[in-house]
């Protein structure tokens, strides 16, 4: 089965929603294939580095609201084992995230590189928006640094991912995580793992169900 995440790399929901799936997956005995789609919570350019929790104020209603949304958050990812420092973090436009993300999926380093970014985010405060540090991070996720930074400063897969951004839309992806299980049955929000565990096993049942009718 393939299960399809549509998911943003500043978003903290689906940092959580990318490690409840790990887990769920651990105790799921199918075959499946994890494969990461491109979204961005907000595709405005950001010009220079800024603090995250900054942005957030400006985007829902000042600093103490900010500051209790980013408190809640990271009491929950804890309970996932996750590490968020939002006092530390920084706002960042995340399309070249999302072209890294691409290119290191044809070399086998999708789930690494995904990991590496959420955690120069979200732990490190590391701006994920600087070509140096994605090429530094992919450095990290096993790809080759300079290989990277070449990549970035081209043009290679820019008409890619703005057009899977676009797909997005058209399918009707509004908020994220978004898993697309076997290319029909979407699961919307970072989900327990006991309940995506369900979701995969009755997705695994109505798809040998059609293939034996069939």
């Not at 005995?29 to 789609?37: K, M």
């Not at 939002?86 to 995904?114: C, K, M, P, Q, Y």
């Not at 300079?146 to 703005?162: H, M, P, T, Y």
Request: net charge negative; charged share 25%; with cysteine.
């Amino acid at each position: 089965m393939e299960i399809e995440i549509y998911a943003d790399v500043v978003c903290p929901w689906c940092y959580i929603g990318k490690r409840r799936l790990e887990q769920a997956l651990a105790s799921y005995d199918g075959d499946v294939t994890v494969r990461y789609r491109p979204f961005q919570l907000d595709p405005t350019p950001v010009p220079e580095s800024r603090p995250l929790i900054d942005a957030l104020a400006d985007k829902f209603g000042g600093r103490a609201r900010a500051e209790q949304m980013a408190a809640h958050v990271t009491g929950v990812a804890a309970g996932a084992g996750l590490t968020l420092n939002f006092g530390h973090a920084l706002a960042a436009n995340t399309f070249d995230a999302h072209r890294l993300i691409s290119w290191a999926t044809d070399r086998g380093r999708a789930g690494e590189t995904v990991d590496a970014l959420f955690r120069a985010h979200f732990t490190d405060g590391v701006d994920i928006g600087s070509r140096d540090t994605l090429a530094a991070l992919a450095g990290e996720a096993g790809l080759d640094a300079a290989e990277a930074r070449a990549f970035l400063d081209s043009d290679e897969r820019v008409a890619e991912v703005r057009a899977e951004l676009a797909d997005a839309r058209q399918l009707g992806v509004t908020s994220v995580p978004t898993f697309v299980l076997a290319g029909r049955y979407a699961v919307t929000g970072a989900q327990e793992p006991e309940t995506l565990v369900a979701a995969l096993e009755e997705v695994r049942r109505r798809e040998a169900g059609e293939t034996s009718v069939n």
